[in-house]
């Protein structure tokens, strides 16, 4: 019988490395990142992190996060005409509403195209408004990885609770704030019964450049939810394309004849951010004096698509 010997791990040549981290996810490899100095230095490397993204998303996401963001694009200045937001409920004096205007003027089509505009950051302002949602920035992010910092954040779940957003009314008659064991956020908010639904709120964090499908996640009451009148979930990035997505009460009938009383996710379409940006967010419906009854509202979610 002949002794066989097992070569350790952090003996495997670096392609071999490469191929098995392309297994395992990034908790697994910050773990083993621990177990030796060549492991900490093969996975603390650029490039390691560059071919990581450039497997695991779409060649136009890698692309985009990895060379085209950090090219400053031509600067061309242009005069736009004040371009009206489209929202069916209005407040003038709102920060929310003059964001709108902004955005709707200088992010439509037209306006980006004549500006030449592009999604861009430098890398020095990416390291200072990178923040993220479901991880703590590292103190000393400026000697991590560029790549890695990147990876992070395409993997980063960017959400925004209903519940922390503000509305006039919160109380145990018309709206309240009720735990939920299959919310994605813990609490969810319960639109027991309102007339003027009015919620405004913004993400945590600033959102870098890129494109975003826009969703909400939300349930109802078979029979019992009534939402009469015009609808609009409402997003404005400080720097990129609004979104104003309206829906009638037929809209939510249909969502709970398929649903039930189960949670499910309205796609809002997509936004585009061109620079980092605070991003607002809006649920509106007061324009009748009819009763908006038994709807639970979990989250907001941006994910990144080619």
């Not at 990147?150 to 209903?162: E, V």
């Not at 997505?245 to 398929?258: A, S």
Request: charged share 25%.
């Amino acid at each position: 019988m002949s002794n066989s010997t097992q070569l350790p791990l952090c003996h495997f040549p670096h392609e071999l490395l490469q191929i098995i981290a392309d297994f395992l996810n990034a908790k697994d490899l910050q773990s083993l990142s621990r177990t030796c100095r060549k492991l900490y230095r093969i996975f603390h490397n650029e490039e390691f992190w560059l071919h990581r993204i450039r497997h695991h998303f779409p060649q136009s996401v890698a692309q985009l996060y990895t060379n085209d963001m950090f090219k400053q694009p031509e600067c061309i200045s242009t005069s736009n005409d004040i371009q009206p937001t489209g929202f069916a409920h209005v407040r003038t004096d709102n920060f929310l509403d003059n964001v709108a205007i902004t955005s709707s003027t200088h992010y439509n089509d037209d306006a980006i195209e004549r500006r030449h505009a592009k999604m861009y950051v430098s890398e020095k302002d990416f390291l200072n408004d990178l923040e993220y949602f479901q991880y703590s920035k590292p103190s000393d992010h400026e000697s991590i990885p560029l790549m890695k910092l990147i990876y992070f954040y395409l993997i980063d779940r960017k959400r925004c609770a209903s519940v922390d957003m503000d509305m006039p009314i919160y109380d145990s008659q018309h709206v309240y704030k009720v735990l939920d064991a299959d919310s994605l956020t813990g609490q969810v908010t319960y639109v027991k019964e309102i007339v003027r639904l009015d919620m405004t709120g913004r993400f945590q964090h600033k959102i870098m450049p890129g494109k975003y499908q826009v969703s909400w996640r939300m349930k109802g009451v078979a029979n019992k939810t009534q939402m009469p009148g015009e609808t609009e979930f409402i997003l404005v990035p400080q720097h990129g394309r609004l979104l104003n997505y309206k829906m009638i009460d037929e809209d939510f009938q249909n969502l709970l004849h398929q649903y039930g009383d189960n949670w499910f996710t309205v796609n809002m379409t997509q936004t585009i951010i061109y620079e980092p940006s605070i991003v607002l967010i809006a649920i509106r419906n007061w324009n009748n004096r009819l009763w908006k009854r038994d709807l639970r509202l979990d989250c907001i979610e941006l994910t990144i698509v080619p």
